[in-house]
Nanobody, 119 residues
Framework: VQLVESGGGSVQVGGSLRLSCVAS????????MGWFRQAPGKEREGVAAIDSDGATSYADSVKGRFTISQDNAKNTLYLQMNSLKPEDTAMYYC???????????????WGQGTQVTVS
C-alpha cells in the first residue's frame, strides 16, 4: 500500500489543521492505520491510531484535541488537529500495517510526511 500525506502547514497557537493520508494499492479499512510525528532532535512518537474495527487510540498529549478518522469510500485517513500548541510542531507521518491478533502493528508502510508548524 502506498500512502501520501497532505494538509500540513503553518498555524497560530490555538488553531486547527486537518491532515489527510490517501492510500493506494489496498483498502484502508483492512488495515491498522496510524499517525506519527517527529520533531527535530526528538524520537518519532505515535499520535493516534485506528484499527480495522474502527477502534481508536491517542497519545496522552493529544487526547481531547486530535481526532483520527477514515473514509473507506475515499480510501483516506484523517487527523483533525484542534487547539494546536507549539509542541505539536513536527513532521507528521501516516503509517499502515495489518492488524495483529495481539500487540501493536509493525507499521510496515509509511508516507513521506507533511510538516506542521505551530507558532
Amino acid at each position: 500500500v502506498q500512502l501520501v500525506e497532505s494538509g500540513g502547514g503553518s498555524v497560530q497557537v490555538g488553531g486547527s489543521l486537518r491532515l489527510s493520508c490517501v492510500a493506494s494499492g489496498d483498502t484502508v479499512g483492512r488495515y491498522c492505520m496510524g499517525w506519527f510525528r517527529q520533531a527535530p532532535g526528538k524520537e518519532r512518537e505515535g499520535v493516534a491510531a485506528i484499527d480495522s474495527d474502527g477502534a481508536t487510540s491517542y497519545a496522552d498529549s493529544v487526547k481531547g484535541r486530535f481526532t483520527i478518522s477514515q473514509d473507506n469510500a475515499k480510501n483516506t485517513l484523517y487527523l483533525q488537529m484542534n487547539s494546536l500548541k507549539p509542541e505539536d510542531t513536527a513532521m507528521y507521518y501516516c503509517a499502515a500495517d495489518s492488524c495483529p491478533d495481539s500487540g501493536d502493528p509493525e507499521w510496515s508502510y509509511w508516507g513521506q510526511g507533511t510538516q506542521v508548524t505551530v507558532s
